[in-house]
């Protein structure tokens, strides 16, 4: 299902999903001028991510959710009620936000309401032709807030995005911030992983930080009064009151500019489709950033390529004694992929038999040093040749302290190669195939590609983990980077290392 352009109409196609199970198709079509005139069902999360774009294409009658905790509240000009208010209203349909409906539907329909009149916004997938009509501007939604919702300091959220290894990116983020605001009397409150253990490991010793949450606790959202969602950008959220330019005038300007950043429709139709949004990368590199400084519109947060923000492990005490290791005495190495797609044969992973040959390799070269395998057991099993295995056996705090003191660290692009740098532990051996290394490779790592594809296939496709998208059964890219290669730039990074000269 999809939406698109088509004359001066745009036409939505949506899928309900009856009490039977069964599938309407519903076209819905929306003159430029006369916009449908819905309820929106659910304040979560999604309601959060989705709440610009809805505004700009539908007529919002009002807010409803089944929480007495954000009943009653002003969100966006709107106060939040039950779902009784249909029965006293007129509205061409209701758009439910929250992803497990199963049981919202069914009170929707036993209290009467038409099924066709339901819309289930995850089935709403955005062409990028969606996004060509009607700019806004940045005061077009602005609220002022009453005098008792305004704060002795801004409370500003932040909903971190995907999976473990951006999160240490966003950090880094989210450090530069508190560098730039300074004194200004702006309180951070993250929405962050949903491991307690990472979230902790993350953010319990920063003194910018006010409070922390997993992102599934959305009934803290509403004490914010401001939102931004990381992704590759910062994502302004929801309205904010011109209030904030007057307590903290440097922290407006940036909302001023984030807003009006995501204006552009490329950039908004990547917050919505975000597997889709292979232009992220191509854009950030014409512009020469990074990883890290992509984040940094403007330069106005001073962002570098290597990160300012500096992750504080716990202590070393006898973990390492535990596992049989001595700082700068061991090389780790992972086979591992994207944990949030757990797949096993993911186009990110470089072959077994590779791997085995460049530790043989890595033996014969360095036969001090011993061969630490970390990960999880799902992407492969043990490798031979590991003299300790550390499989599904490492915590968020003991993987920092073994990867803190590696002499080196081997890997595709994944979380540990971030969780490294933000350690600022020391060089990692990187392999790069589907995901480009002008973006995700950082300046003192060893960072390795071959040519055998024309360019880097990430996010072309919202199967692109999965399936090669050329077709090939190994993808190319990876399987044209050998041991020997590899082998090759360790020995000469360590010669530079040893003699700079």
Same mark, same amino acid.
């Given at each position: ?224 009064? $401001? ?94 004694? $535990? ?52 990960? !999880? ?119 530079? !290392?040893?003699?700079?000269?």
């Amino acid at each position: 299902m999809y939406v698109g352009l088509k004359g001066n109409f745009q036409t939505y196609v949506l899928v309900t999903v009856s009490l039977a199970n069964k599938y309407n198709i519903i076209a819905l079509a929306i003159c430029r001028g006369r916009n449908m005139k819905i309820y929106i069902f659910g304040i979560g999360n999604n309601f959060i991510r989705s709440y610009r774009w809805l505004a700009k294409h539908f007529e919002i009658c009002g807010l409803i959710d089944s929480s007495g905790s954000v009943q009653g509240k002003c969100i966006c000009s709107h106060i939040v009620q039950d779902a009784s208010v249909l029965l006293e209203n007129q509205y061409d349909a209701i758009m439910i936000t929250v992803n497990q409906h199963e049981d919202i539907l069914k009170s929707l329909v036993d209290l009467g309401v038409p099924e066709e009149k339901i819309i289930l916004l995850s089935n709403l997938l955005v062409e990028s032709g969606s996004f060509k009509e009607s700019k806004y501007s940045v005061n077009q939604f602005i609220v002022e807030s009453n005098d008792s919702n305004i704060h002795q300091s801004v409370r500003m959220g932040v909903i971190m995005g995907g999976g473990a290894g951006n999160k240490f990116v966003q950090m880094n983020f989210i450090y530069c911030l508190h560098q730039y605001l300074g004194d200004e009397s702006v309180n951070l409150v993250i929405f962050g992983d949903q491991s307690d253990e990472l979230n902790r490991l993350l953010m319990e010793q920063e003194n910018g930080i006010l409070e922390y949450h997993l992102p599934s606790e959305t009934r803290y959202f509403y004490d914010c009064d $401001v939102m931004i969602q990381l992704e590759f950008y910062p994502h302004v959220l929801l309205p904010y009151g011109s209030w904030i330019e007057k307590q903290t005038p440097k922290l407006y300007r940036l909302l001023n500019l984030w807003w009006m950043y995501m204006e552009n429709e490329e950039r908004m139709r990547g917050i919505l489709l975000p597997q889709l949004n292979h232009a992220v990368y191509q854009n950030s590199i014409r512009e020469e950033k990074g990883v890290l400084d992509s984040y940094d519109i403007e330069g106005s947060l001073n962002i570098e390529k290597n990160y300012s923000w500096r992750l504080k492990p716990a202590e070393y005490g006898n973990e390492l004694d $535990v596992f049989g290791l001595q700082p700068q005495e061991y090389i780790t190495v992972q086979r591992g992929a994207s944990p949030l797609s757990m797949i096993r044969g993911s186009t990110k992973l470089w072959s077994k038999d590779n791997y085995e040959k460049l530790i043989t390799l890595l033996k014969k070269r360095y036969p001090e040093k011993k061969i630490v395998q970390l990960g !999880k057991t799902i992407n492969g099993g043990e490798l031979d040749g590991v003299e300790v295995n550390l499989l599904d056996k490492t915590t968020w705090t003991t993987l920092g302290i073994v990867l803190k003191h590696a002499f080196l660290h081997i890997d595709g692009e994944c979380g540990m190669v971030h969780y490294r740098a933000a350690l600022h532990a020391g060089t990692s051996v990187v392999l790069f195939g589907a995901t480009p290394m002008d973006f995700y490779g950082y300046p003192d790592n060893i960072n390795i590609k071959a040519n055998a594809c024309p360019q880097y296939c990430a996010r072309l496709t919202d199967t692109w983990q999965e399936q090669c998208v050329r077709g090939f059964d190994e993808p190319p890219c990876m399987e044209a980077i050998t041991p020997q290669m590899v082998m090759e730039r360790i020995e000469k990074a360590m010669e530079q !290392k040893a003699d700079p000269q």
